[in-house]
């Protein structure tokens, strides 16, 4: 810590200074203030972790290409015809399938140039669901004997017939046609517990995962991997075909990525995948064909209805789709200098290769504005994805050192410090029977206040009787059971055990933050339960349904102006004042604290 020694009082002193360096849209490029641009670049991420931890995966990123070398950050695409050499009768290719990630398009090219094709009766596809059990035996049982290509498509989904399926694998293993090859998808277990692929088709198979590409640079060479020079030759208007593909691919990319920006990509989310694009094209090569002139109207209609609006059920995101189809297929994307994003024109006529040089040389740095949002929009996502990364990073370390023998602490003497620590600070339930006997009415707000305490009692109850059962465990008194380690790992990392979680409200305070404010609340619940009048300002976000409260207020104003319910909606005025400004709540409505804006702020002047 020494070589960060003086670093908060330089930023008190120089605080512009500091300010222009954290508000960058690129901080990890940027020298740090001062004598501070000396550090190592470790020492710089110590403190990009510190002030800007949106900015860390590609901090991380910039530090791993610097020590080790490029080759360890770049994405690479592994082809599957190697993964075919080292498979065999008796060693099948498992496919652990990701979202919007289909390997059925690369094994039906590479059955193609071995001349195993389901034209040819080589290739069977079997999707696996209800009743295609059997169809599936009899594929297998064909392909064995004649050397075919079998691929079982979402095994997870027939739990029950696997069992089958590994006696099969293992009996056409032997003595079967040499050419005889099976390939398997399925989508990997949440949870250890939901396992249910057979020990034995895991062990003799190959996995393969294909994640799916981040960033705008990785998505669109993806989205171009789907085709390849006999693509583009394909249509004779060669000029409109080309121009309108790579704009179909950048809108795939651009819907496809906005996915991770959360709601402020998608309202929902939408399972987009490299068989939507594939359609559209083929449909581009129809329409054209079949036309003098672009079809404009009909291509949109088509690609933003039904190809990619067919996944879409949220009328916002309809328009939001319809919007990106008018900016992209437009007539003017073929007049030239057409500007797909800020800083990044749509190529001129080049072959396949060309367009994935041109994507690696002319392709703006990653950032929103090459989907179409605000610069800000990624802040939410990276910081959660940073988070994430440092929680993985941490679980792996060995826990001795993390227990910080220095101080002569060990891992458990950890947990059982943190323990103790809760159960002493833990509140009592609440009495309900003595809560509802101090008022005979029972309003809207008196019902909202026994609904946050009964689910409090609930919360309080699970941990008190899950960090009891863990002391007897530690003590040797009781068997350790496997929920009991996991809420000794969660102790042990601070973070809040899923138990505890699934009974509690949405947050992702680390486990001692998590802690203090569900004291935080529990206070808050007290000063309601004295008397049960409403309390003079409102936490809002302290209660575990706050739906539940904005209604309570809707039904005591319906009730006391006799107005119909269904025909009512809220309003929300920001005052002036603090919230130890107000004595007792207003007359109409309630006064409220606890709310949090994205992506602007209110300047108040406050009143003194």
Known sequence: MDEFRGLDRDIEGSAKRWKKWVDSECPEKEKLPQEWKSKSSFQKLIILRALRPDRMTYALRNFVEEKLGTKYVAGTRIPLAKSYEESSPATSVFFILSPGVDPLKDLETLGKKLGFTID???????SLGQGQEIVAEEALKKAAEYGHWVILQNIHLVVKWLGTLEKLMEEYSKQSHPEYRVFISAEPAPTPEEHVIPQGILENSI??????????????????????QDTLELCTREQEFKSIFFSLCYFHTCVAGRRKFGPQGWNRRYPFNMGDLTICVNVLYN?????????????????GEIMYGGHITDDWDRRLCQTYLEEFMSPSLLEGDFSLAQGFLAPPNLDYTGYHKYIDEMLPPESPTLYGLHPNAEIDFLTILTDNLFKAILEIQPRNVLAGEVVGQSAEDKVKNVLDEILEKLPEEYNMIDIMQKSAARTPYILVCFQECERMNTLIREIWRSLKQLDLGLKGELTFSPAMEALQSALFFDLVPDTWSKLAYPSTYSLPQWFNDLLMRCRELDTWTQDLVLPSVVWLSGFFNPQSFLTAIMQTMARKNNWSLDKMCLTTDVTKKSRDDYGHPPREGAYIFGLFMEGKYIKVTWCH
């Open 287 to 303: 329409y054209l064909e079949a036309n003098t002139k672009v079809p404009w109207e009909d291509l949109r209609y088509l690609f």
């Open 120 to 126: 040819s009766g080589k290739f069977h596809n079997i």
């Open 207 to 228: 996995k393969i995962i294909n994640e799916p590409p981040t960033g705008m640079l990785t998505n669109l060479h993806a989205a171009l991997y789907n085709f390849d």
